[in-house]
C-alpha cells in the first residue's frame, strides 16, 4: 500500500464524519457563493478540531482566491479548499542525524503511543542499517520500562534502563556513555509523560538536555512531541506548553486513523509553526507514514493525488538545511 493509500485510509473518518463529510453537504447545498457559506465553512472548520486562528486563514485565503480568480460557482470551492489546505499543512520526514551519534528525544504525555511510536523508530532506522540504543528514562510511570524492553527485543536494540523511580538524567547519561562505548549512530531516549504537576515535568526535561549537551555537545538532535488525534485541540495545546519547554523539532501524530478529528493537523502546522514529521495511520509496524502535505490534503478531500509518489520508510538527512 502506497503512501497516499495509508493517508487515505487514515483519514476516512474525517471524510465520512467529520469535516470533509459536512463541507462537502454545505458546498453542494449552494449553487452560488455567499456570505452564508463562507459563516456556514469556517463554523464546520471551528467545531472540526482546525481551531479559530486556522479557520479564519483558510476563509480568508479562500476568499481571496475566489476574488483573484473570478469564482462564482459554489461546486468548484471544494478544490479551492483542497490547495488551501495543502498550502498550510507543511512537514516532512527528514530526520537531523548527521553525527555519530545523533540523538532522539521523544517526549508526549502518558497514552498518545509514545513508546510504540519508539519501537517503530528503532525498528525503521535499524533497518536502513543505522545501530540504535534505546533509553528507558520514564522512570515514574509503572510499567514502561518493560513496555520499551519488549519493543528492544522486538528490534534487537540495546536497551539501558535502571530501576522504577530511578533518576531519569542519570539514565540518559548512562545510555550516552554506552552510545559512545559502543558505536551507536543513533540514542533514543524515552522521557516521561506526567510527573507530579507540569511544572516538574518541563524541569525534569530541562535537566535531560542538559545532560545531552554537556555529553554531546556537537551531536544532531531531534527533539520529537508525540500527540494523540484523538483529543483534537487538547493535542494542540499540549504541542505550546511542550514548546515552550522542550524546543521540540518535529511532531509525530498517532492514532489518525481512530478519529474524525484529522482537522488537527491544519491547527498544529498554522499555530505551531512545528513540521508534522510522521503519523500514526494503524498499529503495524509500517503504520507509522512520513508525512506529505499534498498527500494529506488529496486524502482528506478523497482527491487524486498529481504524483503518486512512495516514500519508503524514514528519510535521514545529512544537509544541515533540511
Do not use: C
Request: aromatic residues 4%; negative net charge.
Amino acid at each position: 500500500m502506497g503512501l497516499f493509500d495509508k493517508f487515505r485510509k487514515g483519514l476516512k473518518k474525517t471524510r465520512d464524519e467529520g469535516i470533509t463529510a459536512q463541507m462537502n453537504e454545505v458546498i453542494e447545498s449552494y449553487d452560488k457563493i455567499t456570505d452564508d457559506l463562507f459563516d456556514e465553512l469556517e463554523e464546520i472548520l471551528i467545531m472540526g478540531d482546525v481551531g479559530m486562528p486556522t479557520a479564519q486563514r483558510i476563509i480568508r485565503d479562500l476568499k481571496a482566491k475566489i476574488e483573484n480568480d473570478k469564482i462564482t460557482s459554489a461546486s468548484q470551492v471544494k478544490e479551492m479548499m483542497k490547495d488551501i489546505v495543502a498550502g498550510i499543512v507543511w512537514g516532512g520526514s527528514y530526520l537531523r542525524l548527521r553525527t555519530k551519534p545523533s540523538v532522539i528525544l521523544v517526549i508526549g504525555v502518558n497514552g498518545v503511543g509514545k513508546t510504540t511510536t519508539i519501537g517503530k523508530l528503532a525498528l525503521r532506522l535499524k533497518s536502513m542499517g543505522r545501530s540504535v540504543i534505546l533509553g528507558a528514562a520514564d522512570t515514574f510511570r509503572a510499567a514502561a520500562i518493560e513496555q520499551l524492553q519488549v519493543w528492544a527485543d522486538r528490534a534487537d536494540v540495546d536497551l539501558i534502563k535502571h530501576a522504577e523511580g530511578s533518576d531519569p538524567a542519570a539514565v540518559v547519561y548512562d545510555t550516552i556513555q554506552a552510545g559512545k562505548a559502543r558505536g551507536s549512530d543513533v540514542i533514543i531516549i524515552d522521557t516521561a509523560g506526567r510527573l507530579h504537576n507540569k511544572k516538574n515535568l518541563m524541569d525534569e526535561l530541562n535537566k535531560i538536555s542538559r545532560v545531552i549537551d554537556r555529553e554531546l555537545p556537537d551531536a544532531s538532535r531531534e527533539t520529537l512531541l508525540v500527540l494523540d488525534a484523538t483529543t483534537g485541540q487538547n493535542a494542540v495545546n499540549q504541542a505550546k506548553d511542550f514548546k515552550d519547554a522542550a524546543g521540540i523539532t518535529g511532531i509525530i501524530l498517532t492514532k489518525l486513523d481512530g478519529t474524525a478529528r484529522g482537522g488537527v493537523v491544519l491547527s498544529i502546522n498554522n499555530e505551531l509553526d512545528v513540521p508534522v514529521k510522521f503519523v500514526g495511520v494503524g498499529e503495524q509496524i509500517d503504520d507509522l507514514q512520513p508525512f506529505d502535505a499534498e498527500a494529506f490534503a488529496a486524502a482528506l478531500f478523497d482527491a487524486k493525488i498529481t504524483d503518486e509518489k512512495e516514500i519508503a520508510g524514514f528519510i535521514i538527512s545529512d544537509d544541515e538545511d533540511k
